[in-house]
């Protein structure tokens, strides 16, 4: 066994730092899917194995749900007892609870969001779904709010106002709820926001904490930044964040500094010095009863290339050199994975994944990589052939750990890109930028690859090369499965030892999301949602041309089963 599931992490929750009764009891339940990462470590690993490697070929579709809402579909469903919850795109437009076993409707919740919330969304409309605890359900709203939901009913139960979308700051990703609080993000690194978490009371709505990603010049790493740069930094923790209850720490990424210009806010070339932004392009762990950072991992110092740092922190205990280690493991989109000691911080490992040349290697020992030069642009320097492209070696598709083979299962991206920077000023709600990024396709002729990630080994095991990048999240299984759809629609049960593909379905439209699986009444189901993403392509030139040619948009829910 190469690690421990987060299961029996929580178990060993000592009485005194208690996460959430309710949510702790249904991640115990291995027949549910809680939260969106599966776990509060988000392994995506469910111990089913109804489906498996000899039955996987016989999967049939249980029934399907139209989500009303076409366009950059990306949900993760949540399973509470024989309830699934979903949300559509736009807002999100809809929030579904389905019976998870006929898809019969039983709510439907609409908020009202603003027409003109596209204009603030970077890279979308998305919602990537919601949370549970309590018997509520918490929904993050492109209009920069923060919404419960009864569970029972679908009936609102207050609202709370996390930030001004118009500055360029939506909510797309589920909240982490720990205890009595909810926690949650925003995005806005291309508009030149200010990043912070915040967390709200669970029965309330009421703000209990706020910490800026982005320390002002009066703050302990406020001198990083360049001037009064950090008011506008960016720094943003848009995705999903994990938490330990062992340590009660929670942890969350966060994205590029603003703007992409390096000279405005550092140097502008590779001698940054002590200008590295924090905590900007880093993972940061946090007192979730506070929000103290208690200390932070920064991958990218002065990132010149768009590689935000928000993917998600994947916690397991991993055997390293002999002796058990609490990991947090990082797929970072500067091509390299990180293992770390959680509870410390410590960097224990960091390789690189995908094809990189921006960095020679990433030095555990000064924290910095070893950087390429001729790679980073800035003033009067351009740069030529950057791998990775800014949508990184793995975007925001979620990766998953199996802690019986001991392998991770990455969807990454082989695309690349030249860069040259220009002079650039802040305007409100209106992008900040200040760079050119034409794409370029990565070597080796195909664009997207599934990768299966030895973590200890630091090594590619298998892989799945893909025509196109930016493919769907990944699930893991009891039964030795891995579930993962791409752009072109095809959702496959995989082989989790050898990448041998056992079934594959097309949907009808691109796939991003992560698949959930559950067991209601003695029967296991495997879901996904299909929506191809609209907005992303349009930065990525001829590659994004192919991409939206290969598939519709779309807007579904599917769920399979062996009869």
Not at 65 to 91: D, K, Q
Not at 121 to 140: L, Q
Not at 370 to 392: F, Q, S, T, W, Y
């Amino acid at each position: 066994m190469a690690g421990i599931s987060m299961i029996a992490m929580l178990a060993a929750v000592t009485p005194g730092v208690r996460a959430n009764d309710s949510l702790l009891k249904a991640q115990s339940d291995s027949n549910q899917w809680a939260v969106a990462g599966h776990d509060y470590g988000n392994t995506r690993f469910s111990p089913l194995k109804q489906i498996n490697t000899e039955n996987a070929g016989k999967l049939t579709l249980a029934y399907s749900f139209s989500l009303a809402s076409l366009r950059s579909n990306e949900s993760s469903p949540i399973v509470i007892g024989n309830t699934l919850y979903v949300s559509s795109s736009w807002g999100p437009k809809y929030v579904y609870a389905l019976d998870a076993a006929t898809g019969a409707r039983k709510w439907t919740w609409e908020p009202d969001i603003p027409e003109d919330v596209l204009q603030y969304a970077c890279c979308d409309v998305n919602n990537r779904g919601v949370s549970y605890a309590d018997g509520k359900i918490f929904v993050g709203r492109l209009d920069g709010k923060l919404t419960a939901l009864d569970a029972a009913t679908g009936k609102a139960l207050w609202t709370a106002k996390v930030v001004d979308y118009k500055q360029g700051s939506v909510i797309t990703s589920p909240p982490l709820v720990v205890r009595d609080k909810v926690i949650t993000g925003f995005g806005g690194g291309e508009y030149g926001v200010r990043g912070a978490l915040q967390a709200f009371d669970i029965n309330t709505g009421k703000q209990v904490w706020q910490t800026y990603t982005v320390p002002s010049p009066d703050e302990p790493g406020g001198d990083t930044w360049k001037g009064d740069s950090a008011q506008h930094g960016g720094g943003a923790a848009w995705l999903v964040g994990s938490y330990d209850p062992k340590s009660d720490t929670v942890y969350w990424g966060t994205s590029n500094p603003g703007p992409w210009n390096t000279a405005v806010r550092s140097t502008g070339d590779g001698n940054f010095g002590k200008l590295t932004n924090l905590y900007t392009a880093s993972t940061l762990a946090l007192d979730p009863n506070t929000g103290k950072i208690k200390w932070h991992i920064q991958t990218t110092p002065a990132d010149a290339w768009d590689y935000d740092g928000v993917n998600e922190a994947v916690l397991a205990d991993l055997k390293i050199g002999g002796s058990t280690v609490p990991a947090l493991m990082k797929a970072d989109r500067n091509g390299y994975f990180f293992v770390a000691n959680r509870e410390t911080g410590k960097v224990l490992s960091a390789e690189k994944y995908v094809f990189s040349n921006w960095a020679k290697k990433w030095d555990v020992a000064t924290m910095r990589a070893v950087e390429d030069p001729d790679k980073r642009p800035g003033p009067n320097h351009p740069a030529k052939d950057i791998c990775p492209n800014l949508i990184g070696g793995k975007n925001w598709q979620p990766m998953s750990f199996n802690p019986q083979t001991g392998l991770v299962y990455i969807p990454s991206n082989n695309v690349c890109m030249d860069w040259s920077v220009s002079d650039v000023a802040y305007k409100r709600g209106v992008f900040y930028l200040g760079a050119e990024f034409p794409t370029k396709e990565g070597p080796g002729g195909f664009l997207g690859e599934l990768v299966a990630w030895d973590p200890v080994a630091q090594k590619k095991v298998w892989s799945i090369k893909e025509d196109l990048p930016f493919n769907g999240g990944t699930l893991t299984t009891g039964g030795g499965l891995v579930f993962a759809g791409n752009i072109h629609g095809d959702f496959r049960a995989i082989d989790a030892r050898s990448g041998k593909v056992l079934w594959s379905k097309n949907l009808g439209s691109g796939i991003g999301a992560g698949p959930v699986t559950y067991q209601v009444d003695g029967k296991q189901y495997v879901a996904i949602v299909v929506g191809r993403t609209a907005a992303l392509p349009a930065f990525l030139g001829e590659v994004g041309k192919k991409m939206t040619a290969a598939a519709p948009e779309g807007g579904s829910l599917f769920v399979f089963s062996v009869q």
